[in-house]
């Protein structure tokens, strides 16, 4: 386990805070953060360690051996940065959204497409199995991006699915925990409700704030054992399969969108319900295609920049 300091924590704060943002955004998956930024599976040994490994660490040397089965200090820093990143996300990336969202989507179509390659590269053996398992992860995250948004339910014990599915969305990169939210109908009731836990303290949206966790928790317990083992049995028809995840949910975060229903949210807003892509000539607003063009290739760029940092400075 990595010594503890400040130092050696703070890139682990800022990737924390990158996968926090992104998973905010519905069609921008943390799990591709947490892919480009080298860190994935090592997240995923130490989510795994909590259970067994974790026990007999503390019965063995107390709680020093519970941190160092979890490699605490290597999580204490990536989930101070990813709490960061939620709230950046729903106060600042949330703006953006409401005002720029041609601009924001370009930039991270040019990110995941980059992230494609980025993972592509770590595939050995390119062989049928892998091609299989990539065709197949496209063609299941293509699926997710069109079906069509369900209608919410606000009982407690949706929401706490709602949280196991979401988080083990947010650790398959191209696959959106803020998009299983969309399609289930509980993004437009989760946000505002965590949103205004952090601001008001009202007892009934801590209430979904605490179940929606609960869940969260739940699942990363199970879904990180699962992933934990495909990566050790079956490595590269596993990479394979998450480039597919990432190709085929770029559908979804392509920039230019036209909405062509509408749906009523728990505030009586009016907000986007079926939206399809288009060519930039057939979209409906501004199209800043100089702007997207731009963003895109920066996108595109800082997926080799971030693995460049990574590999000079390793989480």
């Known amino acids: 386990m990595e010594k503890f300091s400040i130092k050696n924590g703070l890139p682990n704060l800022f990737k924390g805070t990158a996968m926090g943002i992104a998973e905010v955004i519905p069609g921008v998956s943390g799990g591709t953060i947490a892919f480009i930024t080298g860190i994935y599976e090592k997240l995923l040994q130490s989510i795994k360690a909590f259970g067994p490994e974790a026990i007999k660490g503390f019965r063995e040397n107390g709680v020093a051996g519970f941190w160092k089965a979890i490699n605490g200090n290597f999580l204490l820093f990536l989930m101070a940065g990813m709490a960061m990143g939620v709230i950046v996300g729903v106060f600042g990336i949330s703006w953006i959204l409401d005002h720029y969202p041609v601009l924001l989507w370009a930039f991270f179509f040019g990110l995941i497409l980059g992230s494609v390659i980025f993972v592509g590269k770590m595939i050995k053996n390119r062989n049928a199995t892998a091609i299989v398992a990539f065709i197949m992860g496209t063609a299941v995250a293509y699926f997710i991006t069109v079906a069509t948004p369900a209608q919410g339910n606000t009982a407690l014990w949706f929401v706490f699915v709602s949280g196991m599915l979401a988080i083990s969305a947010l650790m398959l990169p191209g696959i959106s925990g803020s998009f299983i939210l969309l399609l289930m109908g509980m993004y437009t009731y989760i946000i505002p409700s965590v949103k205004n836990a952090l ?58 969108r036209n909405v062509i229903s509408y749906r009523e949210n728990s505030k009586g807003e009016q907000v986007p319900f079926l939206e399809q892509s288009v060519l930039p000539i057939d979209f409906q607003g501004e199209p800043y295609i100089l702007g997207c063009i731009a963003l895109m290739i920066a996108g595109f760029l800082t997926v080799f920049l971030i693995e460049k940092m990574s590999d000079t400075n390793p989480g």
Request: aromatic share 14%.
């Open 199 to 256: 601001k008001t303290l009202d007892p009934g949206s801590l209430q979904v704030l605490i179940v929606f966790a609960a869940g969260a928790l739940v699942g990363l317990a199970a879904f990180s054992r699962v992933l934990t083992w495909t990566f050790k049995k079956y490595h590269d028809p596993t990479m394979a399969l998450l480039a597919g995840f990432m190709l085929g949910s770029l559908n979804k975060i392509w920039p230019w």
